[in-house]
């Protein structure tokens, strides 16, 4: 069982930034690909980055590509995976998701993840 939570949340300006991080609970995090998600009012839930269990694969929404980055510490007990989040924009608004998934290599698919947090609000203002 793993145990994700959330936090970095917040309301922003537009061009601003926010990193999030989620927290997981459990001795083998480096077993786990990590996904990170989003959901806006209205819309299905869409994959926004992904990495995998050691860090050297990674995946990017191609809408984010060079505005977003996605990184994990496997190490020291932090057991984190973060999502650095620059030049936002008013549609990046959003609850953002994180999710492990037991393997490890990433998915873009949502039910490709077993475990999920609880989600943290994203809110960039024009």
């Known amino acids: 069982q793993v145990q994700l939570i959330e936090s970095g949340g917040g309301s922003v300006q537009a061009g601003g930034s926010l990193r999030l991080s989620c927290a997981a609970s459990?001795?083998?995090?480096?077993?786990?690909?990590m996904g990170w998600f989003r959901q806006a009012p209205g819309k299905e839930r869409e994959s926004v980055a992904a990495?995998?269990?050691?860090?050297?694969?990674?995946?990017?929404a191609d809408s984010l590509k060079g505005r977003f980055t996605i990184s994990r510490d496997n190490g020291n007990g932090k057991n984190t995976v973060y999502l650095q989040m620059n030049s936002l924009k008013p549609e990046d608004t959003a609850v953002y998701y994180c999710?492990?998934?037991?393997?490890?290599?990433?998915?873009?698919?949502?039910?490709?993840?077993?475990?999920w947090g609880q989600g943290t609000q994203v809110t960039v203002s024009s």
């Open positions: 459990g001795r083998t995090f480096s077993s786990y690909a």
């Open positions: 999710a492990a998934r037991g393997d490890k290599l990433w998915s873009t698919k949502k039910n490709a993840y077993d475990y």
């Open positions: 990495i995998s269990g050691s860090g050297g694969s990674t995946y990017y």
